[in-house]
């Protein structure tokens, strides 16, 4: 069983209003720690730069400069070699046919509609960390 005590989760999004509402509820979950960035171009600045270690992140899709997809793409593909692997959960308006094909072209653990509840939150999160690592 993951312990949540442990975890380290970057939030990415562009919109503080959610990345409060999430860092709310991660607190809740009593999440080690939250770290946040406003668009990719931030995200792997800070996945680059940061001493500390990294478990998840929760990313929006729709997000200036660099989406979500984007994101993903770029981290799977090492950009940031450590974190190739890491889960990755997309926050989503929708859970569109779109989206969803998109997610498993690059390998996201799963998706979470906007705006969660602290259990669909906390199910996810354990759902994305005890699945296998991306690209295995």
Excluded: W
């Amino acid at each position: 069983m993951v312990d949540l005590n442990r975890v380290n989760v970057l939030i990415v999004d562009d919109e503080p209003f959610y990345r409060t509402i999430v860092s709310r509820l991660l607190g809740q979950l009593n999440v080690r720690e939250v770290l946040e960035a406003e668009n990719g171009v931030q995200a792997i600045e800070l996945l680059d730069t940061h001493e500390g270690r990294i478990d998840l992140i929760i990313c929006d899709i729709e997000m200036p400069e660099m989406n979500g997809f984007e994101l993903a793409r770029k981290i799977r593909y090492g950009i940031v070699e450590r974190y190739r692997k890491i889960p990755f959960l997309m926050l989503t308006g929708s859970d569109t046919e779109d989206n969803i094909r998109k997610g498993r072209i690059h390998k996201i653990d799963g998706f979470i509609v906007k705006t969660p509840s602290s259990e669909d939150l906390r199910s996810r999160i354990l759902m994305a960390l005890s699945k296998p690592a991306a690209g295995k």
